[in-house]
C-alpha cells in the first residue's frame, strides 16, 4: 500500500461493524422514534432492551427485532420509577455483562397555559422526562464507569433550545435534560463516558400526531394546512422528520467517530433555531 492510499484508509470514518456485539438500552422504544432507534441499532448488531410502560406494542418491537435476526429483549418499566430502573439496568447486566448506549428517550406531551396546568401533569413530564434520564444514568453510571467507556444519548427537543407556549413542562424538562447531559458528560469523562443531546424538531409519530390533529380541530384547518402552516412555521424546511431520520444521527452517535460530542447538543430540526 503507498503512504497515500494508507493515508486515506486513516482518514475515512469506519462505521461498518463498529457496534456489533455492543449493548444498548432504549427508553420508550414501544412506539415512534424509540422504536426506529431500537430497529437501527440491531440492524447494526447491537443487542437492544426495549423498555417501555407499553408492554404490548413494546413486546411486539422485540419480537419483530428478534425475527429479523437480531437481538432484543423486552423490559417493562416506568423510568421516573427508581425500582423499575434498578430492574432494567439488573436485566441488562444479567443478560448481556455489560451497558454500552444508554438512549434516554421516554416522553411524553402535554399542553395547557400556565394557570390551567395542573401540578399532577406537571409532575408527570417532569418524572418521565428529567428524573427518568437521571435514574438511567444514575444506575447505569457505575457499569459504565467500570467498563472504561459508555455513551448516554439524551433525547432532547428543539424546545431544548427555544421555548414554546403552553409547554411549560415539556420545554422545561427538556431544557433541565440538556443540563443533565453537560453535568455528564463533564463527570463521565475521566471514565471514558460521553453524554450528548439529540434535538429534533417534530417528527411524524404517534405523540406529534395527536398534535396536529387536536390543531386541526382548533383552527378548523387540514391536517396537511396544520403542518406546513401552524407546525412547521419557525423552521426553514417545512417538513416533519421521520423517524428513521432521527434514528441515523442516533446510529452516528453511538459510534466512536462521534465520541468527541458531548455535553452538547446536536440539533436536526429542518433549520428551526437557524432565526
Ligand atoms: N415526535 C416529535 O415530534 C418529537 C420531537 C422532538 C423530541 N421528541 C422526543 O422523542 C421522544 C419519543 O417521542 P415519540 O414522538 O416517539 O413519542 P411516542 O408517544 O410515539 O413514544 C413515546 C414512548 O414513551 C413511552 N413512555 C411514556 N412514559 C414512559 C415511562 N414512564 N417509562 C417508560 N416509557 C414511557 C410511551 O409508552 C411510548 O411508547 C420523547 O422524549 C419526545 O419528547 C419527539
Redesign the pocket.
Known amino acids: 500500500m503507498s503512504t497515500n492510499t494508507l493515508e486515506m484508509e486513516k482518514a475515512r470514518p469506519r462505521f461498518d461493524d463498529q457496534l456489533k456485539g455492543r449493548v444498548a438500552i432504549v427508553?420508550?422504544?414501544?412506539?415512534?422514534?424509540?422504536?426506529?432507534i431500537a430497529v437501527a441499532l440491531a440492524n447494526e448488531g447491537v443487542a437492544v432492551i426495549v423498555?417501555?410502560?407499553?408492554k404490548e406494542?413494546?413486546v411486539d418491537v422485540a419480537r419483530s427485532i428478534a425475527a429479523a435476526g437480531g437481538d432484543a429483549v423486552f423490559q417493562f418499566?416506568?423510568?421516573?420509577?427508581v425500582k423499575?430502573v434498578k430492574g432494567l439496568i439488573r436485566t441488562a447486566i444479567d443478560r448481556y455483562t455489560r451497558i454500552d448506549i444508554l438512549v434516554?428517550?421516554?416522553?411524553?406531551?402535554h399542553i395547557a397555559p400556565i394557570t390551567e396546568f395542573t401540578v399532577e401533569k406537571w409532575n408527570?413530564l417532569i418524572?418521565?422526562?428529567l428524573t427518568?434520564p437521571f435514574l438511567t444514568t444514575k444506575y447505569a453510571f457505575p457499569h459504565m464507569r467500570a467498563q472504561r467507556k459508555g455513551r448516554i444519548i439524551n433525547?432532547?427537543?428543539?424546545?431544548s433550545l427555544v421555548s414554546a407556549e403552553f409547554k411549560a413542562a415539556?420545554v422545561s424538562?427538556?431544557h433541565g435534560l440538556l443540563g443533565l447531559t453537560k453535568v455528564t458528560a463533564l463527570e463521565g469523562a475521566p471514565h471514558n463516558i460521553t453524554a450528548v443531546a439529540?434535538?429534533?424538531?417534530?417528527?411524524?409519530?404517534?405523540?406529534?400526531?395527536?398534535?396536529i390533529a387536536g390543531q386541526a380541530k382548533y383552527h378548523g384547518m387540514t391536517e396537511q394546512e396544520v403542518v406546513e402552516k401552524i407546525m412547521t412555521a419557525p423552521a426553514a424546511l417545512k417538513r416533519?422528520?421521520e423517524?428513521e431520520e432521527?434514528a441515523a444521527l442516533v446510529v452516528y452517535l453511538s459510534t466512536d467517530v462521534a465520541q468527541c460530542m458531548t455535553g452538547s447538543a446536536v440539533p436536526i430540526d429542518c433549520g428551526w433555531t437557524a432565526r
Not at 414501544?30 to 426506529?36: C, D, M, R, V, Y
Not at 418499566?77 to 420509577?81: A, N, R
Request: hydrophobic share 35%; proline share 5%; net charge negative.
Open positions: 427508553t420508550g422504544a414501544a412506539s415512534g422514534l424509540g422504536k426506529a423498555n417501555d410502560v407499553d406494542n413494546g418499566g416506568d423510568v421516573s420509577d423499575d434516554n428517550n421516554a416522553g411524553l406531551q408527570h418524572g418521565v422526562m427518568g433525547m432532547g427537543s428543539t424546545q415539556y424538562a427538556k439529540v434535538c429534533p424538531c417534530f417528527v411524524r409519530t404517534p405523540l406529534a400526531e395527536k398534535q416533519l422528520l423517524p432521527v
